[in-house]
């Protein structure tokens, strides 16, 4: 049934014939929690990615967990299912009372039994599924009930997509339904059986962890439900209760409004706090090309509408910028290699996509108020994670503000088995980019009045204007005539935008959510050290995004934070950065994790307290919401397993 759309069974029969040491995936170590001492089994491939940004994928380890390393925090996670207070060294703000969610990777490797013939005897092994690179796991649910009045940090955590585990262990990998889901894992899986999977009809959603956002989504929870939400590359969210964990739905946005169709969406939604909309788009792949399906959801048409809709290549669009008046969709050059046929069918992207180079990165803008893409800029080839923000002048100039970088080889350093090699070059230290999108309602009468003259130009009238501007006589009728203008060659050229500022970034940025869509001065994130090793983020930064204000920097020695999430105070502030952030942090001496918890202004500690389990490191994005902590951290009656198994009696 359902099951049979999710995940097909392995290529290979019951009994494997040969020497069990050449198999793709080899014997596993009993410890299930140790994925560092068999790194060297992780399936990787970089065939695709440009010669000149390819990165050495050799694994040096296993490593000595007694080393200080960050490795250890890029294992299995120990879940903490019953909350535990650990004690806050330090002072929270009175101010600060409410609820904070992430998501951390939860499972890196699966063990399972196999059954294999070795020297004419059938023997039963145990071996190893391992993802392959550290956007591509089950997650674990992290909160973090914080008081401010009483001092005190409660915590618990959750695996909640057991049913995913399962899945995988009887069928000896992973494949999942939607197209290129993985960043770069050996799925375990025949070509035949990826076949199967794929299908270009959804239906109800498939299995997906949900491993890259969590995050408070109105007007889902306009009716008083205590809820958050998990949001991922896939076209659906997983709905759970905030206070117990537990799973309440998993809906797909085409069963919101057929017309939000598509096998892909955004992790990253955008909520307008002035209109009450809920924006993001689906992604709907063609042959050659994808259908880009941007929509809006309010709490009184709980069905949304689609604002428009934009056809451009297919790539891998990780986030998008919101304005009061546009909706900007950025696409780098990160393109199908092999006619696209490998993203069809669910191959990891940095397998199937090719990052070039030599073509244009391209900037599509939606008018909110017309509900339809009116101008396309064009700028050099870059590749992105994360928008920073994105607003708007009196001079009607959009500015776009990224974390980015040359090309995409940080994408393919950041996988498990380059992470673990120490050979492996520094990781590609991200830039803070400001574009300008100039004179951008100019721009959209411009290309208007080109396409009203090229729905009325015939192409006898093209080739006599091939070179030239000219003026024909179209007959109206017996006594009317007008003329109109051919339109010259290039007269439709996409306008190139303009790199304004250019300074080292964040990864993982966050700004004060109050100045979202606006002008703004400070952004916070992860960064990397100058006298650090390099191999992995060890800094929390806050940048000044004008002038020449050197960074604020947080660190510790061989500590690795995860993302600094910025809560504001619940009483406004005239400064921009009056408020605190929010970091999972990893102390690779210790062997341990902490919540921390900084002054915003000038990253000096408030509190921090040691958490019972360590929390794997994430490149994930959390939530901080505001309330009262006495009603949270309630027992939920089962596990909370976000699973599909109540989608399979259809």
């Given at each position: ?5 999710i ?15 050449t ?21 990787t ?47 929270l ?9 992430t ?11 196999k059954?294999?013939?070795?020297n ?8 190893t ?23 005190t ?26 197209p290129?889901s993985?960043?770069?894992?050996d ?28 995050d408070?989504?109105?007007p ?13 590359y ?19 946005w ?34 050659y ?37 546009y ?34 990165t ?26 920073v ?17 040359p ?29 300008e ?16 003259a ?15 501007r ?14 109109y ?43 990397l ?5 390099g191999d ?43 408020g ?51 009603q ?5 009656h ?13």
């Amino acid at each position: 049934m359902e099951d049979s759309q999710i995940i097909a069974p392995a290529a290979a029969t019951f009994f494997d014939t040969g020497d069990s040491t050449t198999a793709a995936i080899t014997d596993a170590p009993a410890d299930n929690n140790n994925i560092s001492e068999h790194q060297d089994q992780l399936q990787t491939s970089t065939t695709a990615h440009n010669a000149t940004a390819a990165v050495p994928m050799r694994v040096s380890g296993p490593f000595d967990d007694e080393e200080i390393t960050f490795h250890k925090a890029l294992r299995n996670a120990v879940s903490t299912e019953t909350p535990k207070e650990p004690s806050v060294q330090g002072t929270l703000p009175t101010w600060l009372n409410g609820f904070h969610y992430t998501l951390s990777p939860g499972i890196f490797e699966v063990k399972y039994p196999k059954m294999v013939v070795i020297n004419g005897e059938p023997q039963q092994e145990t071996r190893t599924f391992t993802f392959g690179h550290w956007f591509d796991n089950i997650p674990q649910v992290n909160q973090f009930a914080l008081s401010g009045a009483n001092n005190t940090i409660t915590y618990r955590s959750t695996k909640p997509a057991h049913r995913a585990e399962a899945k995988i262990r009887e069928h000896q990998g992973y494949l999942p339904s939607q197209p290129s889901s993985l960043f770069l894992t050996d799925t375990n899986q025949s070509v035949f059986a990826r076949l199967l999977t794929t299908s270009p009809s959804q239906g109800k959603p498939g299995l997906e962890p949900c491993g890259a956002s969590i995050d408070v989504i109105p007007p889902f929870n306009a009716d008083g439900r205590r809820t958050i939400y998990c949001q991922n590359y896939a076209n659906h969210i997983l709905e759970l209760n905030a206070d117990t964990l537990e799973k309440c739905g998993i809906l797909a946005w085409e069963e919101v409004n057929p017309l939000f169709k598509g096998s892909q969406a955004s992790p990253h939604s955008h909520f307008d706090p002035v209109t009450k909309e809920l924006i993001n788009f689906t992604m709907d792949h063609g042959l050659y090309s994808t259908q880009y399906h941007f929509f809006s959801i309010t709490e009184k048409e709980p069905h949304g509408s689609l604002v428009a809709s934009v056809t451009a290549k297919t790539s891998h669009v990780h986030s998008f910028a919101v304005t009061p008046r546009y909706i900007i969709l950025v696409v780098s050059p990160l393109n199908p290699s092999d006619g696209g046929v490998k993203y069809s069918w669910g191959a990891s992207v940095l397998d199937a996509l090719t990052f070039k180079s030599s073509e244009s990165t391209y900037f599509y803008v939606i008018s909110r108020v017309k509900q339809r893409h009116i101008a396309t800029f064009k700028s050099e080839a870059f590749f992105f994670f994360h928008h920073v923000n994105a607003f708007e002048d009196a001079a009607d100039n959009v500015y776009l503000d990224f974390s980015m970088y040359p090309d995409d080889t940080i994408a393919h350093q950041l996988s498990l088995s380059s992470l673990f090699d120490r050979s492996t070059p520094s990781l590609v230290k991200p830039e803070f980019c400001r574009f300008e999108l100039a004179n951008v309602q100019a721009e959209a009468q411009r290309l208007e009045n080109y396409n009203a003259a090229m729905a009325n130009t015939g192409p006898v009238d093209m080739l006599r204007g091939l070179m030239r501007r000219v003026s024909v006589n179209v007959s109206q009728g017996s006594d009317q005539r007008s003329q109109y203008a051919v339109p010259e060659k290039n007269s439709n050229a996409t306008p190139v935008v303009t790199r304004v500022r250019s300074t080292p970034g964040v990864e993982l940025p966050r700004i004060n959510p109050i100045y979202h869509g606006l002008d703004y001065k400070y952004t916070w994130g992860i960064g990397l050290l100058e006298s650090g090793e390099g191999d992995m983020y060890d800094c929390i930064m806050k940048l000044h995004v004008r002038g020449d204000a050197e960074p604020t920097v947080w660190s510790q020695k061989n500590c690795y934070p995860s993302e600094a999430v910025f809560v504001p105070p619940p009483v406004f502030d005239q400064n921009e950065d009056a408020g605190v952030v929010i970091s999972v942090v990893y102390d690779a001496a210790a062997k341990n994790s902490f919540v921390l918890v900084l002054d915003a202004k000038d990253l000096q500690e408030k509190a921090r307290a040691v958490l019972p389990e360590i929390v794997p490191l994430s490149f994930t994005n959390g939530c901080f919401t505001p309330g009262d902590v006495s009603q949270g951290m309630q027992q939920g009656h089962g596990s909370g397993t976000i699973s599909d198994d109540d989608q399979d009696e259809d």
